[in-house]
């Protein structure tokens, strides 16, 4: 946990209530325990057991740990504080001695009055302490990317299913930016049908160890609403659905979202494909960054993995 991150979110200008049941409590912890974090933590809330958790919420959650819960959990936060005031909750079933069913995960939601993001955190079957420590890490960095405090560095997909070329993609990207980098599932999409939130979910327990967003943001214009101030990591053919489909104003909100896109090269259309291949919009060429093949390339796509 970063000093100078911590720092960045108590100077950020916003102000949260937090709501923690099942894990999160290093990040709190170290929020609270740096001079000056009554600048950014109005109050903040442990329902641990799952009496306590009934009565903060007024109600008997259908799951513990689930989307509905992580979100109800956020809004409930905020209820009575002022305006601006965002509602951060973590929802978590960490290691535990006892016979559950379902992964090691976490549900984390940060809400605003415009906007709500959802994650979902799966974890590697490690010890208790070790998956403490990395939620509460990347509590901490969402915190940081939802306040502005940090840019934010995203790779999108459908993840059906996921595999090591998006895993390595990211890892490029983040060396490449110095960012930390998380997924993006949209249940909706543009030209498929609706993924049913039970199989999204599915989809992102399958990825361990990195926070997944759930959203339904199917077009980038959506997305680059919901994470202002944020580098998308993408593959050719998708920057070039991007610009081919874009609609009048899209570059221009990007532009004032501060929004920037780096592009790997793909194998498409029978050869490799790299930014230099794209025609980019006028005046838009800046906000669009290169991916070298020296540092990444993988003709590996999920639609051929679900055809073995």
Not at 47 to 66: D, I, N
Not at 191 to 205: L, N, Q, V, W
Not at 233 to 253: C, S, V, W
């Amino acid at each position: 946990m970063k000093p100078e991150r911590i720092e960045r979110i108590l100077n950020s200008g916003y102000r949260a209530a937090f709501v923690l049941t099942g894990g999160g409590s290093g990040a709190l912890n170290a929020l609270l325990s740096t001079p000056g974090a009554s600048r950014f933590v109005t109050e903040a809330h442990v329902p641990y057991s799952t009496e306590a958790l009934e009565r903060f919420l007024g109600e008997k959650p259908e799951h513990s740990v689930s989307p509905a819960t992580a979100s109800k959990l956020a809004q409930t936060a905020v209820r009575g504080q002022d305006t601006g005031v965002l509602g951060i909750s973590c929802s978590a079933a960490l290691m535990t001695d006892r016979e559950r069913r379902g992964d090691d995960r976490a549900f984390i939601c940060i809400k605003t009055a415009e906007s709500e993001k959802l994650f979902i955190l799966g974890f590697s079957k490690t010890s208790r302490a070790e998956q403490e420590a990395l939620l509460s890490d990347w509590l901490l960095v969402l915190i940081a990317q939802a306040t502005g405090a940090e840019r934010g560095l995203i790779l999108s997909g459908s993840f059906n299913p996921v595999h090591h070329g998006h895993f390595n993609l990211l890892k490029v990207a983040e060396g490449m930016t110095g960012l930390r980098g998380v997924f993006e599932l949209s249940c909706a999409n543009v030209d498929k049908p609706m993924i049913e939130e039970a199989d999204c979910i599915r989809r992102a327990s399958a990825i361990k160890d990195v926070p997944v967003a759930l959203t339904h943001a199917p077009r980038f214009a959506q997305k680059a609403d919901l994470f202002p101030g944020t580098t998308f990591a993408l593959g050719y053919d998708t920057a070039e659905r991007l610009i081919a489909y874009a609609q009048p104003g899209e570059f221009e909100k990007f532009q004032a979202l501060e929004t920037k896109f780096l592009v790997a090269g793909r194998q498409h259309g029978g050869c490799f494909q790299t930014l230099e291949n794209l025609a980019l919009p006028y005046g838009f060429a800046s906000i669009f960054g290169a991916v070298p093949e020296s540092k990444f390339r993988e003709d590996i796509s999920s639609s051929e993995l679900r055809n073995i």
